[in-house]
């Protein structure tokens, strides 16, 4: 089979025929699962795949000329300042009505020392991600007696386990729906060929399949059968985020300028951008590239403008991931096999030491299929990731208020920017930063703070201005109860012993 394949790659052939062969004959010849297998394994997955898989084969040098690169016109990037000038007509809760709520939920929580997915992490009083997002919508849904949705792009990662918490949303009034992502092979970066031995998922073969990046939503939803379902129940739109940005919420202004504007310019997708910063350099940004608008991702760009990409003077928006899309469009694009995103290749280590290959699309490359697209340049509070433990100090505290599962800037920071916190490795995993914090700091007139090493911080701490804490190799720092530390480098070896 090997030499089969090998030889159709080195005649340049079509790579469809020698993956369905592949894929098939494993199937037949896996003693570790059933035949049935075959079926719980989507026949469109196989298509996107080979085609996705194709394309890679197909592509030569960078996907884009450096030189026919341009800023885009200030007419197709709006201030959201303007946007929000201009008042709510009394026919917003139509609006809504035609509106569904799509979170991309995916991900698993192992970079923060996590099992399960992301989703399910508690980040403020005791609620997850997936809590915020439900009372959001159904604040929403109760507040303008309207029937928003929510949708959940699972993956074969997080899906079954997701499926069981939703069942405690039962008696809330949101409509909740979930589809899956694909699943792809990973390849070996050498041969080319999948890992896979068999159509397993578990044990040795977890780490054989990946699911495709977000880029798959149009064809997951698509296959699914809910586009056509919502489509069918009077819904135009989809708001679509990261579940782990807390600052994607529903905007009523954004939602009234997309459904306002004039019908022969109908916009299709409003990809939300914020300005950069030299903490955003790696993000998207949104460019001008042959009469339309384009995502520019950092892996796209020719290692001689690198420099030049990361630069907060040329390039100062970048891809927040709130996207606002036509389900009519999507629906329109797909049948038409017109969404050609670009492809990134993701390089991977396997546990064992193999070097693999995933193929992954972003959600907002399609921008450049839609028609009337445009940006909106949102405030910083609509992005808000939790990313790190970094993050999550950040949001746990009293920078922010709760209310109706939506965090806001409190009103008694003077300034509205947020500080920049960097923790140790000491605390990237949840549980062990949870450890370290007997109480969250006061952190309301923080502008900085970094720690490393061992360190613990007791309960009604406050941090102002610049603070700095190192506990080398070895020591131990223990900031005591109550304390002060305001413009302050703390060093050495601290510790507070029980008596």
């Known amino acids: 089979i090997v030499s089969f394949i090998k030889l159709c790659f080195a005649c340049e052939l079509d790579a469809i025929y020698e993956y369905m062969m592949w894929i098939l004959i494993i199937c037949v010849h896996s003693k570790s699962e059933p035949w049935h297998f075959l079926f719980q394994i989507s026949k469109k997955d196989f298509e996107g795949f080979k085609n996705l898989f194709h394309r890679f084969l197909q592509v030569k040098g960078p996907s884009v000329k450096w030189d026919k690169i341009h800023k885009p016109p200030e007419d197709l990037i709006h201030p959201y300042d303007k946007i929000k000038a201009q008042a709510l007509p009394d026919s917003v809760a139509a609006s809504l009505n035609k509106l569904v709520v799509v979170k991309l939920n995916g991900g698993l929580g192992t970079s923060m020392g996590c099992k399960g997915p992301k989703s399910v992490i508690s980040v403020r009083?005791?609620?997850?991600?997936?809590?915020?997002?439900?009372?959001?919508?159904?604040?929403?849904?109760?507040?303008?007696?309207?029937?928003?949705?929510?949708?959940?792009?699972?993956?074969?990662?997080?899906?079954?386990?997701?499926?069981?918490?939703?069942?405690?949303?039962?008696?809330?009034?949101?409509?909740?729906?979930?589809?899956?992502?694909?699943?792809?092979?990973?390849?070996?970066?050498?041969?080319?060929?999948?890992?896979?031995?068999?159509?397993?998922?578990?044990?040795?073969?977890?780490?054989?399949?990946?699911?495709?990046?977000?880029?798959?939503?149009?064809?997951?939803?698509?296959?699914?059968?809910l586009l056509d379902q919502l489509i069918a129940a009077g819904k135009e739109y989809i708001f679509v985020s990261n579940i782990d940005n807390l600052g994607a919420t529903v905007d009523l202004f954004i939602l009234n300028h997309l459904m306002t504007q004039p019908k022969d310019k109908r916009c299709e997708f409003i990809m939300e951008v914020t300005d950069k910063t030299r903490a955003d350099v790696k993000g998207g940004t949104l460019i001008q590239y042959d009469d339309k608008l384009r995502l520019l991702e950092i892996a796209q760009v020719p290692k001689a403008h690198v420099d030049e990409f990361k630069s907060v003077t040329k390039f100062k928006i970048f891809n927040t991931n709130n996207l606002w899309i036509s389900l009519a469009a999507i629906k329109r694009l797909h049948e038409q096999n017109t969404m050609d995103m670009e492809i990134i290749v993701n390089p991977k280590t396997l546990d064992g030491g193999l070097n693999v290959i995933q193929l992954e699309t972003a959600v907002g490359a399609a921008i450049k299929a839609f028609d009337n697209a445009l940006g909106v340049n949102v405030p910083r509070s609509r992005?808000?990731?939790?990313?790190?433990?970094?993050?999550?100090?950040?949001?746990?505290?009293?920078?922010?208020?709760?209310?109706?599962?939506?965090?806001t800037m409190s009103k008694k920071r003077e300034f509205p920017s947020t500080p920049h916190v960097k923790l140790g490795s000491s605390f990237t995993k949840v549980h062990d930063f949870l450890m370290r914090f007997e109480s969250i700091p006061d952190m309301l007139e923080l502008d900085h703070l970094t720690v490393s090493g061992d360190v613990t911080f007791g309960k009604n701490v406050s941090l102002k201005g610049t603070v700095i804490i190192i506990a080398n190799h070895g020591d131990r720092i223990d900031i005591p109860a109550g304390a002060v530390l305001e413009n302050k480098i703390v060093s050495g070896n601290l510790r507070i012993l029980d008596h």
């Open 383 to 407: 992005f808000l990731p939790v990313k790190t433990s970094s993050d999550l100090l950040l949001v746990m505290s009293n920078l922010y208020s709760l209310d109706a599962g939506s965090l």
């Open 125 to 225: 009083n005791e609620n997850t991600f997936l809590d915020l997002t439900v009372h959001q919508i159904e604040h929403l849904n109760k507040t303008f007696n309207v029937d928003v949705p929510l949708v959940l792009m699972n993956s074969f990662n997080t899906d079954e386990d997701t499926k069981k918490i939703l069942q405690k949303y039962t008696h809330h009034r949101v409509h909740i729906h979930t589809f899956n992502q694909s699943r792809y092979p990973r390849i070996n970066k050498e041969s080319l060929l999948p890992v896979a031995k068999d159509l397993g998922m578990h044990g040795d073969h977890a780490d054989a399949w990946y699911p495709p990046g977000h880029g798959d939503i149009y064809a997951s939803f698509y296959n699914s059968g």
